[in-house]
């Protein structure tokens, strides 16, 4: 194998372990070897090595002498802190917007997905979750400073894994609609102050109910996901 087929191979097993994270399929505190992850990807642990020092240079991952690799458990105090960030990135991209002079086409594409009659909305969690993600991107996004939108989306990557539990209850998916929607009407009506308001207190409902996270919740999203373990040893 060549350096370049390697260094591709890792790059695959990085992607692929990575999204495992984000879609809880493993879990804070699970545990595996190289040896696990080579097996069960059919493939050497040369480049499986190479993936998991990267997620560990990342923050996702921990290695111990001896007892092989672990995903981290969740840092709330770290988690609050990005979505702070996030409420400051998104409130100086709705200044911004509010300042362009032609929202309606700036912001089309989000009013399609999000005002679409109750009966056509999406349901499945990790559907919702990246239209969540996309919506909160396209207002940085359209405000069009490119640093502020590479800012957002390295936030929005750090939070993705506690992130999609916020859609695990139908309830808080409907509340998701609703407040997308209105943020976007005032928006297009140009109500900056009404606008900030209600982007904050969606982020900070947000932020609350992914810090009410705790291990039964956890426990479910392994039930929903097959056992780690399970799969790992096949």
């Not at 191979?9 to 545990?31: C, G, S, T, V, W």
């Not at 672990?70 to 709330?76: A, E, G, N």
Request: proline share 3%; charged share 30%; net charge neutral.
């Amino acid at each position: 194998m060549t350096q370049f087929q390697s260094n591709a191979l890792a790059e695959q097993i990085y992607i692929r372990i990575k999204q495992e994270i984000f879609d809880f399929y493993l879990l804070p505190h699970d545990r595996f070897t190289e040896t696990q992850l080579a097996e069960r990807y059919q493939v050497s642990r040369t480049p499986v090595r190479d993936a998991l020092y990267r997620l560990q240079r990342e923050g996702y991952l921990d290695v111990e002498f001896r007892r092989g690799w672990m995903v981290k458990p969740l840092d709330f105090t770290r988690i609050d802190e990005l979505y702070d960030l996030r409420i400051v990135l998104e409130s100086a991209a709705v200044e911004r917007l509010c300042s362009l002079p032609d929202l309606t086409e700036l912001l089309e594409g989000l009013w399609q997905v999000w005002t679409v009659p109750v009966d056509r909305r999406q349901s499945d969690m990790q559907t919702v979750a990246g239209l969540d993600e996309a919506f909160h991107n396209g207002l940085v996004a359209a405000a069009g400073n490119r640093e502020m939108l590479r800012l957002h989306r390295e936030v929005t990557e750090h939070i993705r894994i506690v992130r999609r539990l916020d859609f695990t209850q139908r309830a808080r998916i409907e509340e998701t609609y609703n407040e997308h929607a209105s943020i976007l009407k005032v928006l297009l009506s140009r109500k900056r102050d009404e606008a900030l308001r209600m982007l904050r207190a969606h982020i900070e409902q947000s932020k609350i109910e992914v810090r009410k996270l705790s291990l039964s919740m956890l426990a479910e999203a392994r039930r929903r996901y097959d056992n780690p373990s399970a799969a790992l040893a096949k």
